[in-house]
């Protein structure tokens, strides 16, 4: 499968510890987004990296959250002294770097904070 | 920045029939515009998309059509199948920054 992949798939935690997300996105794209979806909403927009610089982070983005694209390659989103309302779906997508073209999605981590 | 809304929540048809969705968004600037489809517990599936040259785009049952000066597009589905039942998303993108409608949850009753 060489699709994008996301790890874990699902994540239950308790309100105030740290989770960390895996994405590995299409090997040859070189853009990687992170979204988050509630339920009945579209994806919202998280952040972005061309390679390993992150490009552009959304205002929804607190200092809890961190995204790290080290290498290039794969992506990891942490979230720190998660919230009840931190509890969502976080997407992870890629593409390539070319105007105009789609988004690849991972089937995403739900994450539950209890 | 793009704000997209979407029409309807919810949609309903007898199987053959066809469906419409439709989104506006807010950014003349947007040039690209993707539809997705959602199933159970996957991400979203590109299905078709359009770009901002372009009025219509047709791939077997599906169509996107795109009025740039109204902003607004359209999905539509043609002889429905009980498998197109899912969660449908518009999004309209300038550059990096892509945004997604809240969806239509469309059910094709058998």
């Known amino acids: 499968d060489t699709g994008v992949s996301q790890d874990p798939r699902h994540k239950i935690t308790k309100r105030g510890q740290n989770v960390t997300f895996r994405c590995d996105p299409i090997?040859?794209?070189?853009?990687l987004y992170w979204y988050r979806q509630t339920l009945g909403q579209g994806p919202e927009f998280l952040t972005y990296f061309q390679n390993e610089a992150q490009l552009e982070k959304s205002r929804l983005l607190s200092d809890r959250f961190s995204a790290e694209r080290p290498k290039g390659s794969f992506s990891t989103l942490e979230i720190q002294r998660t919230e009840q309302g931190d509890s969502a779906m976080y997407l992870c997508?890629?593409?390539?770097?070319?105007?105009?073209?789609?988004?690849?999605f991972g089937n995403g981590t739900r994450l539950t904070v209890t | 920045g793009e704000n997209v809304e979407q029409h309807p929540s919810t949609l309903s048809v007898q199987e053959g029939d066809s469906a419409v969705i439709k989104c506006t968004y807010s950014?003349?600037?947007?040039?690209?515009f993707p539809w997705y489809k959602q199933e159970l517990g996957k991400g979203p599936q590109l299905i078709i998309d359009i770009r901002s040259n372009v009025g219509e785009k047709k791939d077997q049952r599906i169509a996107v059509t795109l009025n740039k000066t109204a902003k607004h597009f359209s999905l539509h589905i043609t002889e429905t199948q009980p498998e197109d039942s899912a969660v449908y998303f518009c999004a309209a993108s300038l550059s990096n920054d892509m945004r997604f409608g809240a969806g239509t949850r469309l059910t094709v009753k058998p």
């Open positions: 950014d003349s600037a947007s040039n690209y």
């Open positions: 090997s040859e794209h070189n853009r």
């Open positions: 997508a890629s593409s390539l770097s070319a105007a105009l073209t789609p988004l690849h």
